[in-house]
């Protein structure tokens, strides 16, 4: 692979996000753990996933202009303050109304992380290098939840859920410790000077700019809303062992590493890749919900479908993300807030969706899926119509 530039800050990147990507996924093997410790259903534990989803995308509406205001460096740091607070809460909660407070501040802190993901790289890149820096960017991201719910289920079955979040508490210790000493500041110099929410203006009037933030959307609503129905299916509807969820739940993201190192790697064109892309997800969708129709779960009906969905997002996250951010070099931070932001907080009002749904087969997880895909497909028809983007 050839040599990027810069590439000590996207190492760095990774650690910040790696903090709000194992947050999300680090206790899937313990959610039937926590029902029985709170006495409550199983499907009622995807809250905890929820409401941190919902706060992780909401704070980053405000933390991109903020970042294109006074800097990326200082609201990292805060944002970071922030999640080692709701790490205390959940760590010592009672109830799972705590534990759901608890996750909703840690996703209000590190929702810091998901705008600098998109928009730091537009600081340091442009064109081919800036599709080249994404790929490398969301391979490294998925590393982080291959290996969490596997530190999740261990220190589970070693110490009981609570260690989940003390280990949370602790990596984010020493990345923020790392981020303080070692980061430099890369907003670009002379930004025009402009009222805090008015930058989302032009973003918001620009219509390709909206249909990828959909697009981005919908890839990472169906990932999520698989990430919070696996745990209640594989443990408990299918009786499995929450080490058994553990290794299951990370088989479908080898899937999404490999759509990413394609995107950035394939010497085809930007609109012949969206395409697999979308392709992917249709189909994926398609399959995960006819075995719901007909009343059949099984773990190939799960995974199967769910590593074709992996696949076609982990294309998605890199092009969609250049397709959204290259027009906007200068309103960096607000792009990658809208991006991460409203991505984060659909895929949370999804999951929510799904706590409310029955959790006794796959069908209420196939229906959302698939519409994910429709979304996905509707957003990108026209697009693909356009002149291709400047990425390629």
């Not at 313990?30 to 409550?40: G, K, L, N, R, T």
């Not at 949370?348 to 706590?355: E, F, H, P, Q, V």
Request: aromatic residues 10%; hydrophobic residues 55%.
């Amino acid at each position: 692979m050839k040599k990027i530039e810069n590439g000590h800050l996207l190492v760095m990147l990774i650690a910040l996000l790696a903090v709000g990507q194992m947050a999300q996924t680090i206790y899937v093997p313990a959610m039937p753990v926590i029902a029985q410790a709170f006495h409550v259903a199983d499907g009622a534990v995807q809250r905890v996933m929820a409401a941190y989803l919902i706060t992780y995308g909401a704070s980053q509406l405000l933390y991109g202009p903020l970042s294109d205001s006074i800097g990326r460096r200082p609201v990292i740091l805060f944002g970071m303050g922030i999640f080692i607070a709701g790490s205390l809460i959940a760590l010592f909660a009672s109830g799972l109304d705590g534990l759901v407070l608890g996750a909703a501040i840690q996703g209000l802190g590190t929702g810091v992380a998901g705008v600098m993901a998109r928009t730091m790289p537009r600081d340091l890149y442009s064109g081919s290098a800036l599709r080249h820096a994404n790929s490398l960017l969301n391979m490294g991201i998925l590393f982080s939840p291959l290996i969490a719910p596997t530190i999740g289920a261990g220190l589970t079955h070693l110490f009981g859920w609570q260690a989940c979040f003390a280990f949370l508490l602790l990596l984010c210790l020493a990345v923020t410790a790392a981020m303080a000493r070692f980061l430099p500041e890369t907003r670009p110099a002379g930004q025009a000077s402009l009222p805090l929410l008015s930058r989302y203006r032009p973003l918001l009037a620009d219509g390709n700019f909206v249909r990828y933030l959909l697009i981005l959307i919908g890839a990472t609503a169906g990932i999520t809303v698989y990430e919070a129905s696996s745990g209640v299916l594989m443990g408990g509807v299918l009786g499995m062992s929450s080490l058994a969820v553990s290794l299951l739940f990370i088989l479908p993201l080898p899937g999404a590493f490999f759509g990413a190192w394609f995107a950035g790697r394939t010497r085809k064109s930007f609109n012949t890749v969206m395409w697999y892309a979308v392709n992917s997800c249709l189909l994926a969708g398609a399959l995960m919900w006819i075995p719901g129709w007909l009343g059949v779960m099984n773990l190939w009906t799960l995974i199967v479908p769910a590593s074709l969905f992996f696949f076609g997002a982990g294309m998605l996250f890199p092009l969609g993300t250049s397709g959204a951010m290259e027009p906007w070099p200068y309103m960096a931070g607000t792009a990658g807030a809208l991006v991460g932001g409203l991505q984060n907080l659909g895929s949370g009002l999804t999951a929510w969706l799904s706590a409310l749904l029955p959790q006794t087969g796959q069908f209420s997880l196939g229906m959302l899926m698939f519409a994910t895909a429709l979304l996905i497909l509707f957003c990108w028809l026209p697009l693909s119509k356009r002149p291709e983007p400047q990425t390629v």
